[in-house]
């Protein structure tokens, strides 16, 4: 081989080389970023729960549709709460959906998305209950909680850190009410109704606190994944699935 065929095939190797590293990459990219990483605590119903071993809920559906409109397929991974707002603002994962509210102390470790729910915590007692009335008699009672919840931070403001039992699962302060460890349980109001529905000894006292409203947690600066979900957020609303979403877990 001459010198000038050298050169030739030297550089057609080297030209080779380089469209399979870029391939390899590619590829290596796609795969990567062909799923859409979701951390989610399945204990509140109907918002995300299991069913038959399988992840469903109103945020689970929400979560696919994103997914969907990104082309990628979700990953919900299921965690104690708060491991998944750890999860969000450590980008661990994508993002964090779980019936999350966003206030002022989680904005400097998170951005979140424009609201898609409007809820507000109550008071669960057991049925037989005529001591507590609403949140002004919560003072010096035991309360149960999921922490890391908004729940959390009202019970402790209510009746003092002392005072205040959490657990990684709503079920578990739930079950804590029912067996008179606690005096009350301060939960999302759509949860409380369903957890109330279906046992007779409990029901919800008082008028509750404030409203909130429910958003998708992010990284903080992930601006871009940000406004794909709130594009998937506005469209769902505008064309009346977000609401036919809720209303089917009702």
Do not use: H, W
């Amino acid at each position: 081989m001459g010198e000038y065929d050298m050169k030739k095939f030297l550089k057609a190797l080297s030209l080779m080389t380089v469209c399979a590293i870029t391939v390899a990459a590619f590829a290596g990219c796609s795969k990567s970023s062909g799923k859409l990483t979701v951390a989610t605590n399945a204990e509140f119903e109907p918002f995300e729960y299991m069913d038959n071993n399988k992840i469903v809920g109103i945020d689970v559906d929400i979560v696919n549709q994103i997914a969907k409109d990104m082309g990628k397929t979700p990953d919900i991974q299921n965690m104690s709460f708060d491991s998944v707002l750890a999860a969000a603002s450590s980008g661990k994962v994508n993002m964090a959906v779980a019936g999350i509210t966003k206030t002022a102390d989680r904005e400097k470790s998170m951005d979140f998305s424009e609201a898609y729910y409007d809820a507000k915590n109550v008071i669960i007692v057991k049925a037989t209950n005529t001591a507590i009335t609403g949140k002004d008699s919560l003072k010096g009672k035991k309360i149960a909680v999921e922490k890391g919840t908004t729940g959390d931070d009202l019970a402790t403001t209510a009746t003092g850190d002392a005072n205040v039992s959490r657990f990684d699962s709503t079920t578990d302060a739930i079950t804590d009410l029912k067996n008179g460890k606690v005096d009350a349980v301060i939960l999302d109001s759509f949860p409380a109704n369903k957890f109330v529905k279906q046992n007779s000894d409990l029901k919800i006292t008082g008028e509750g606190f404030s409203s909130e409203q429910y958003c998708i947690a992010v990284k903080k600066g992930n601006s871009k994944l940000l406004s794909q979900v709130n594009a998937t957020i506005k469209k769902m609303k505008a064309d009346g699935s977000l609401d036919k979403i809720i209303k089917n877990y009702e």
